[in-house]
C-alpha cells in the first residue's frame, strides 16, 4: 500500500435537510485506516508528520488524523472529503506532486516504503454521506466548519447489517432521526455508509465533542424514542445488525493538514508550531546582562 494512501483519509456525515453549503463540503469521505506495529509507533508519526508539512506547504490534500483511544491499540484514522470520484484521482496527484517536491521522487518513493514497514494491516474506505439518515446537522457552512474546528474527540461505530434487512435498519435510523431532532437534548449523530472498500453493507453512526466529558449526562435512546419506540429499536436491531463495532478516536493535530477554515476556528490546536512560531516572532529580545558595561564604548550609537 503507497503511502499517499495513507493520507488520501475527518470530516463527518451531515444530514439530508443541510441546506447546500453544507451539503457543498462533499459527498464522500476518503477513510484510510491502519495498525501500527507497537514498536514502529515512533517511527510512524515522525513520518506522517513530514508528510503532512509536505502536504500543507506544497499545496497538497487535506486531512484530519485520529487515534484509538478505546478499540483496538495503536489504530490510526485518515478522513479527507470527496465531492465525487474524479477528485480521488485530483487529490492523488496533488499529494504527489507535493511530496515529490517537497523531497524529491526517490525520497518520497522510500518514505512510503519506510511508511509500509510500520503497519500490521491497513484499510481504505469510501463513504457516502447519509444525509437522510443523520440528525441535527449544521444550519450552514460556518457552523459546521465551526463543529469540526472545535471537536476534540469522536465515537465511531460500525454497523454491519444482515443481508435482507437494509431496508429496515435505514426505516430505523429515519424514526430515530425524528425523534433526535424533537429532543431539545439530543446531540448531533452523522451517518454514512461504506460504498467502496468494505464487506456487505456497512453504516457509520459517529458523534463528535469538544472533550470527553461531553460524552456525559447525554439522552438515552429510550429517552429519545419512549418507551414503545425503544422495545422496536431492541427488536429491529436484533434482526438487522450482524454486529456493531464502536470506537473512540482523539484527533491528533500534529498528524493532520486540516483544511484552512477548520483550523482557524482553533489555531493553538490544529496548527500548535505555527502558532508558537507566531509568538515567538512577536516577542521582543530579552535583555543581557551577559556583556560588561565597560565593553561598551559610550560614543557609540546604537
Known sequence: MSFRKAL???????????????????????VFIVKVKPEKVADFQALTKKWADANSRYNGD????????????????????????????????????????????????KMGHDFDNCLVSSRSELRRRRWDLS???????????????ESRVLRSTAVHIRPGHVDEFETL??????????????????????????????FYVTTLRSSMGGFDHNPTMKDILGEE??????????????????????????????PEEVAKVAMDF?????????????????????EPVVAKSPDKKP
Open 8 to 30: 488520501w483519509a475527518l470530516a463527518v456525515a451531515v444530514c439530508l435537510a443541510a441546506p447546500v453549503a453544507v451539503h457543498a463540503q462533499g459527498d464522500y469521505l476518503d
Open 62 to 109: 487535506r486531512w484530519l488524523a485520529s487515534e484509538a483511544l478505546y478499540g483496538e491499540g495503536n489504530v490510526y484514522q485518515f478522513t479527507s472529503t470527496r465531492k465525487d470520484y474524479a477528485e480521488i484521482d485530483k487529490m492523488n496527484e496533488a499529494v504527489m506532486a507535493a511530496v515529490n517536491k517537497a523531497f524529491g521522487k526517490e525520497a518520497a518513493e
Open 135 to 149: 440528525r441535527k446537522a449544521p444550519k450552514d457552512a460556518d457552523a459546521y466548519v465551526k463543529l469540526i474546528g
Open 173 to 202: 435510523l429515519k424514526s430515530m432521526k425524528e425523534a433526535g431532532e424533537k429532543n431539545p437534548d439530543a446531540q448531533p449523530v452523522f451517518v454514512s455508509q461504506v460504498i467502496e472498500g468494505g464487506k456487505g453493507t456497512i
Open 229 to 258: 419506540g425503544y422495545k422496536k429499536f431492541q427488536q429491529i436491531s436484533a434482526d438487522a445488525v450482524e454486529i456493531a463495532e464502536s470506537t473512540l478516536y482523539r484527533f491528533a493535530p500534529d498528524l493532520s493538514n486540516p
Open 270 to 290: 490544529w496548527h500548535p508550531k505555527a502558532m508558537m512560531a507566531a509568538t515567538t516572532k512577536t516577542k521582543p529580545a530579552p535583555k543581557t546582562t551577559m
